[in-house]
């Protein structure tokens, strides 16, 4: 049990290191815990509501009856191979540094939920993870932007951060967007995709992570507390446990917003070099 412990998280925090934003005693402490169960409550019944509100828009999307049933193509299974092998070599570092717990953070689930999608025949269900990968994509985004290289000290352990990121961010969703599969974007359904997609996030966030990172001290995306690249932490505070699922939700829809353009932008020029 204690090896299990230590694979789990007995890297991340001991009696004699602690990285204040990876986890451990002081990450604990730094917010009341019944201020983050408070927080998780609401934005719980929230986000219900949310669902209840817009589920039937999403499932009645033209998202969801197009192209179902048909194959992904062998560059698809391709990446979504790589993704999968990706994920599995993270979990390699991860476990054998003690961090494992790490594994749970949405930049690796993503990386998941694309392999998965581009796996698999179109279904309702492949559907529905491939509107919700969209919208986590603001993790692996601000990840490119605000690196977390602390504690990568295995060899090739920094290269497989980069590596994962830009599969997760770029090649992943592109190849999706460009796969012939799924609509570029349908303004009818565009908003409820985004809110439904977002509330599975939080969903994830509140029910999943905050318990695990409760229960281990381990600091998953930040349930626990501050991160220190956060540019608004100055001016909000611990205030942005709450406030960070409206203006993340933004830097989601930039990200989704950057997909589509790439992928506009690619179709336009495969059309014109076939013209």
Same mark, same amino acid.
């Given at each position: 049990?204690?090896?299990?412990?230590?694979?789990?998280? +007995?890297?991340?925090?001991?009696?004699?290191?602690?990285?204040?934003?990876? +986890? @451990?005693?002081?990450?604990?402490?730094?917010?009341?815990?019944?201020? $983050?169960?408070?927080?998780?409550?609401?934005?719980?019944?929230?986000?219900?509501?949310?669902?209840?509100?817009?589920?039937?828009?999403?499932?009645?999307?033209?998202?969801?009856?197009?192209?179902?049933? $048909?194959?992904?193509?062998?560059?698809?299974?391709?990446?979504?191979?790589?993704?999968? *092998?990706?994920?599995?070599?993270?979990?390699?570092?991860?476990?054998?540094? @003690?961090? @494992?717990?790490?594994?749970?953070?949405?930049?690796?689930?993503?990386?998941?939920?694309?392999?998965?999608?581009?796996?698999?025949?179109?279904?309702?269900?492949?559907?529905?993870?491939?509107?919700?990968?969209?919208?986590?994509?603001?993790?692996?985004?601000?990840? *490119?932007?605000?690196?977390?290289?602390?504690?990568?000290? *295995?060899?090739?352990?920094?290269?497989?951060?980069?590596?994962?990121?830009?599969? @997760?961010?770029?090649?992943?969703?592109?190849?999706?967007?460009?796969? +012939? $599969?799924?609509?570029?974007?349908?303004?009818?359904?565009?908003?409820?995709?985004?809110?439904?997609?977002?509330?599975?996030?939080?969903?994830?966030?509140?029910?999943?992570?905050?318990?695990?990172?409760?229960?281990?001290?381990?600091?998953?995306?930040?349930?626990?507390?501050?991160?220190?690249?956060?540019?608004?932490?100055?001016?909000? +505070?611990?205030?942005?446990?709450?406030?960070?699922?409206?203006?993340?939700?933004?830097?989601?829809?930039?990200?989704?917003?950057?997909?589509?353009?790439?992928?506009?932008?690619?179709?336009?020029?495969?059309?014109?070099?076939?013209?």
């Amino acid at each position: 049990m204690d090896k299990i412990k230590w694979i789990l998280f +007995g890297g991340i925090y001991s009696e004699h290191y602690e990285e204040y934003s990876d +986890g @451990g005693p002081l990450c604990l402490q730094d917010i009341e815990m019944s201020f $983050r169960v408070t927080i998780a409550i609401i934005s719980t019944i929230l986000n219900i509501i949310i669902v209840y509100s817009t589920y039937n828009t999403v499932m009645k999307s033209k998202e969801m009856h197009f192209q179902q049933g $048909r194959s992904p193509s062998k560059f698809e299974r391709l990446i979504g191979l790589i993704c999968l *092998l990706t994920f599995l070599i993270q979990t390699c570092y991860k476990l054998y540094t @003690g961090r @494992g717990m790490f594994m749970n953070n949405p930049c690796h689930i993503v990386i998941l939920m694309q392999g998965f999608v581009l796996l698999t025949k179109k279904s309702k269900l492949s559907t529905f993870v491939f509107i919700c990968s969209l919208r986590w994509l603001y993790g692996v985004f601000l990840a *490119l932007r605000y690196p977390v290289l602390c504690g990568l000290n *295995l060899p090739f352990e920094v290269e497989l951060y980069w590596i994962e990121h830009i599969l @997760g961010a770029l090649i992943g969703p592109l190849t999706l967007t460009l796969s +012939g $599969r799924f609509i570029l974007f349908d303004s009818n359904s565009f908003i409820a995709h985004q809110l439904i997609g977002w509330s599975s996030h939080i969903f994830y966030q509140r029910l999943y992570m905050l318990p695990l990172s409760i229960l281990t001290w381990a600091n998953l995306n930040y349930t626990l507390c501050r991160p220190d690249t956060d540019p608004f932490i100055p001016y909000i +505070g611990n205030w942005y446990y709450i406030l960070s699922e409206f203006y993340l939700n933004i830097i989601s829809i930039s990200a989704v917003s950057v997909i589509y353009l790439l992928t506009y932008l690619f179709r336009k020029g495969l059309k014109q070099k076939l013209d």
